[in-house]
C-alpha cells in the first residue's frame, strides 16, 4: 500500500517556498534530489529500536523522552552553529518532539526528511545571499565583529537576522583571505568555488545520508560510541579497517563546514610524519608536493577521504588550520607520502636515553607502543612467530636488559587502544600473575580477565613508569590502570582519554533480507563497561597520573568527559588481588624532585608558557573584522611566539632567531619523555639508596 507523504509541503508553502529551489544565477550547481524515507530504511529503524532496547549496557526505553533528546541531537547535526535554520523552523520541528520513537519503530519516517528539506531549503538560501554579497567588495576598516562560534546563541528570528550573521560570516571569510595577501578578484573567485561547491554538495544528498543522519542522532543520544553506517559507509568501514587502501593514515570527521582530524592510525604516514595533530582543521587539498590547492571548507566527508586517497608513494599536500588556532590564524601547510600503515611501523620500537647525574650517566630504556596489536590471521594459521604487542615488548626489554638499564619507560601517548587481550598480555609482563580488568556487560553480569600466561616470569621487575597523556585511550587505560592498581610503576603525564566502554558491531544484512540490493548497513552498540580491579571503571574519567605534566593536549575539549551523552564513571566490587606496597610516599618524593628541577629547564618553562597561550584561545568565540586589528593581532601573536622561543634558546645559550618562519618542529625536544626519564632514574635512584621495597598485600 503506498503511503501518501504530503506532510512537508503545507510548512514549505506556509513560508512561501517551493519543494525545490535553484541556485542564483551564473553559479553551477547540480539540481536538488528528490528525498523521501525507503521501505528498508523504516526496516533498519525497526530493528535498531530492538537492538538498542534489548543489547545496549543501559537498556534504554525508546519512549518520548529519548525522542526528545533525538530531536535535539538531529537538530545539531545540521545546523550545530546555528547559522541556517530560523527560530520558527525549530518551533515547528517541536511538534514532531515526541514521535519519533513511534516513528523508529513503525510509523511512516516522512517528517524527519521533511526537516531535512526545510534545512536544505534554508541553506540554499544562505548560499544564494553569499553569492550575491560577493558582488560588492567588503569594507575591511569598519570596525565590527564576527560571533563565530554561534552553539550557544539564539536562533535568529528573522532572515534578516541571517543576512546580518552570514554577511559577517562571508566579510570572514574574505578576510582571511585578504589576510594571506589575496587580491580581490581571486578572493571573490575563491569563495565563488567555495559556496557553490557547497551548494552541489549539499543538492548531492540522498536519502540514506538523510537517514543515516537520523539514525546517527538516534543512536548517539546513547552514547557516543554507538553508531549506524548506511551501506555505503558500511563498505568504506570495511576498506579502513581492512587498511586496504593507500592514503595517509588518519581518521577523519565533519564539525560545522570543516573536516576534521579526529584520529592519527598508528603505522600510516601522519603518524609517521608526526606533524599532522588530531583537532587539525583542513582547509586544503593537493595532488602533489606543487599542486594546486583545491579547498575543501564545506565539502561532504567522503568527497575529501577520496581526494586525500591516491596511488602509492604519491604526496598530498594538506593545508590545515592548527587546533585551537582562531579564525584567520596563517595556516599550515603538510606534504604527506600516500602509503599502506604498515604492520612494522606500528610495531613497539625502544631507545635508550642517557641521563647525566651527579658524575654517573644512567641509561633509561623507553619503549613505544603505538598500539595494542595482534596478528589473528597468522595466529590462527599456526604461525608461531605471530606479532604481537606483547611479544615485541617483551623481546624489547630483554635487549634493553642486555645494554645494562637502570630504568623503563612505557610511552603510551598518543596509544588510543586496540586488542583487549594485548593488553592484558602486556600487563603480565609486570606483574606476577592475577586479574587485570573486569567486564559488566548490559544484563550486569560481570566477568574477570586475568593475566593469560601466569606461569610465566615477569619480564621486568626494575624501577618502571608509563607516560601517557589525552589521547591514551581504551586499551592503554587498562594497562595503565593495571600497573597503578597493583603499584608496580609510577603513571605520569596527562588523565587519560576515559573510553571505558565495549562495542559490538552488528552487520544487519544477517539480520534483515529483502529484494533490495542496497543493503542495511551496520550498527556498533555499546554493550559494556570495563572496570579496574579496584571496582572502579575507567570510563569518563580514565587514569589520573600519579605525577601531572603540562601536556598541550586541551583537556577541556578533548576526552570522553567532554563528549555529549558519555556514560558515566561508576564503580563495582573489588575483586581480589595481590598488590605491591603502596607508592604514596615514593611519589611524593618523586614530584617534589621533579618539580624542583622542571622549576630551573628552559624547555619546561617554554611549555608551559606555550600552554598558558594556547588556553586563552578555545575562551574566545569572536574576532574583529577590521583588517589593520587583525594584522596587528596575528602579528603580536607570531612575535609572543617568536620572544618564547628566543627566551628558551638565549637560556640554553643557542643563536636567536630573526623571524617565526625560522623555528622548526625538528628542533624542539620531547619534553614530556625527557621528564619522564628523569622520574624513573629518581626512581632507580631511590631503589638504590634504600628506597621502599615491593612488598605486597592482598586487597
Known amino acids: 500500500m503506498t503511503k501518501l507523504r504530503i506532510r512537508g509541503f503545507g510548512y514549505l508553502a506556509g513560508l512561501g517556498l517551493a519543494l525545490v529551489t535553484w ?18 530504511h523504516e526496516r533498519v529503524g525497526e530493528i535498531v529500536a530492538q537492538f538498542i532496547q534489548q543489547s545496549h549496557y543501559n537498556q534504554v526505553a525508546v519512549d518520548d523522552e529519548l525522542s526528545s533528546l533525538v530531536l535535539d541531537r538531529f537538530i545539531e547535526s545540521v545546523d550545530r552553529n546555528r547559522l541556517y535554520l530560523l527560530d520558527g523552523d525549530v518551533e515547528y520541528f517541536d511538534s514532531f518532539r515526541h514521535e519519533l520513537d513511534d516513528m523508529v519503530r513503525s510509523d511512516p519516517l516522512d517528517p524527519v526528511f521533511e526537516a531535512f528539506q526545510i534545512y536544505q531549503t534554508r541553506a540554499r538560501e544562505r548560499l544564494e545571499f553569499a553569492l550575491r554579497q560577493l558582488e560588492t567588495e567588503p569594507d575591511f576598516t569598519v570596525d565590527e565583529e564576527y560571533r563565530f562560534d554561534r552553539t550557544e ?23 582571511n583571505l585578504a589576510l594571506e595577501g589575496e587580491p580581490w578578484e581571486k578572493i571573490r573567485e575563491t569563495l565563488t568555488r567555495r559556496y557553490t561547491g557547497y551548494m552541489r554538495r549539499l543538492n548531492q544528498v ?21 553508531n549506524y553506517y548506511s551501506p555505503r559507509n558500511t563498505e568504506e568501514y570495511r576498506i579502513q579497517m581492512s587498511l586496504s587502501y593507500f592514503g595517509i593514515g588518519a581518521s577523519l570527521q565533519t564539525e560545522d563546514d570543516f573536516v576534521k582530524i579526529a584520529g592519527i592510525i598508528p603505522g600510516g604516514p601522519a603518524a609517521i610524519d608526526g606533524t599532522l595533530k588530531p583537532e587539525d582543521r583542513i582547509t586544503g587539498v593537493a595532488q602533489g608536493a606543487d599542486g594546486e590547492i583545491v579547498d575543501v571548507i564545506g565539502w561532504r566527508l567522503d568527497d575529501v577521504v577520496q581526494l586525500i586517497r591516491g596511488p602509492a608513494d604519491s604526496v598530498v599536500r594538506l593545508e590545515i588550520i592548527p587546533a585551537n588556532s582562531m579564525p584567520g590564524s596563517p595556516k599550515k601547510f603538510i606534504d604527506l607520502t600516500r602509503g599502506q600503515v604498515k604492520l612494522e611501523e606500528q610495531a613497539a620500537k625502544s631507545e635508550i636515553v642517557r641521563i647525566p647525574r651527579e658524575g654517573r650517566e644512567w641509561s633509561v630504556g623507553v619503549i613505544d607502543v603505538p598500539s595494542f596489536y595482534r596478528d589473528y590471521p597468522a595466529q590462527s594459521r599456526g604461525d608461531k612467530s605471530f606479532t604481537s604487542t606483547t611479544k615485541d615488548v617483551r623481546r624489547l626489554i630483554g635487549e634493553l636488559e642486555q645494554e645494562g638499564i637502570d630504568g623503563l619507560v612505557i610511552d603510551l601517548r598518543g596509544n588510543g587502544g586496540g586488542h583487549l587481550t594485548e593488553a592484558t598480555a602486556l600487563s603480565g609482563l609486570f606483574i606476577d600473575n592475577g586479574p587485570v580488568v573486569q567486564l559488566r556487560n548490559s544484563n550486569g553480569r560481570i566477568s574477570r580477565l586475568d593475566d593469560p600466561d601466569p606461569v610465566a616470569r615477569v619480564a621486568y621487575n626494575g624501577p618502571l613508569v608509563v607516560l601517557v597523556d589525552r589521547y591514551s585511550a581504551s586499551a592503554s587505560e587498562i594497562f595503565a590502570a593495571a600497573i597503578q592498581d597493583y603499584a608496580r610503576g609510577v603513571i605520569v603525564g596527562q588523565q587519560t582519554f576515559g573510553k571505558g566502554t565495549v562495542q559490538n558491531l552488528y552487520p544487519l544484512d544477517q539480520y534483515l533480507r529483502g529484494e533490495d540490493d542496497k543493503g542495511f548497513g551496520q550498527l556498533t552498540l555499546t554493550i559494556g563497561k570495563y572496570y579496574r580491579v579496584t571496582g572502579e571503571s ?12 603540562p601536556s598541550h593536549i586541551n583537556a577541556g575539549i578533548i576526552g570522553e568527559s567532554v563528549r555529549d551523552r558519555a556514560l558515566p564513571w561508576d564503580t563495582i566490587q573489588t575483586t581480589r588481588f595481590r598488590a605491591g606496597k603502596p607508592l604514596d610516599s615514593t611519589i611524593e618524593s618523586l614530584a617534589v624532585t621533579y618539580m624542583e628541577r622542571a622549576g630551573d629547564d628552559p624547555n619546561y618553562l617554554y611549555q608551559l608558557d606555550t600552554i598558558r597561550a594556547a588556553e586563552e584561545m578555545p575562551s574566545r568565540k569572536s574576532v574583529s573584522l577590521n583588517i589593520d586589528s587583525r594584522r596587528a593581532e596575528r602579528e603580536h601573536d607570531l612575535q609572543a611566539r617568536l620572544d618564547r622561543e628566543n627566551e628558551r634558546r638565549a637560556a640554553l645559550d643557542l643563536e636567536p632567531l630573526a623571524s617565526f618562519e625560522d623555528i622548526g618542529d625538528d628542533e624542539f625536544p620531547d619534553i614530556l619523555l625527557d621528564q619522564a626519564a628523569d622520574i624513573v632514574t629518581d626512581l632507580a635512584t631511590l631503589r638504590e639508596t634504600g628506597g621502599p621495597p615491593q612488598t605486597a598485600r592482598v586487597r
Open 153 to 175: 546563541a539564539p536562533w535568529a528570528k528573522s532572515s534578516s537576522e541571517l543576512d546580518d550573521i552570514w554577511r559577517r560570516r562571508i566579510k570572514n571569510d574574505a578576510l
Open 538 to 549: 575507567t570510563q569518563h574519567r580514565g587514569v589520573d597520573p600519579d605525577i601531572a605534566l
Open 23 to 40: 541556485p542564483a544565477a551564473g553559479t553551477e550547481a547540480d539540481p536538488p534530489s528528490f528525498l523521501q524515507p525507503e521501505t528498508r
Open 206 to 226: 540522498n536519502s540514506d545520508d538523510v537517514f543515516e543522519r537520523f539514525m546517527n542522532a538516534f543512536v548517539n543520544t546513547l552514547d557516543p560510541h554507538s
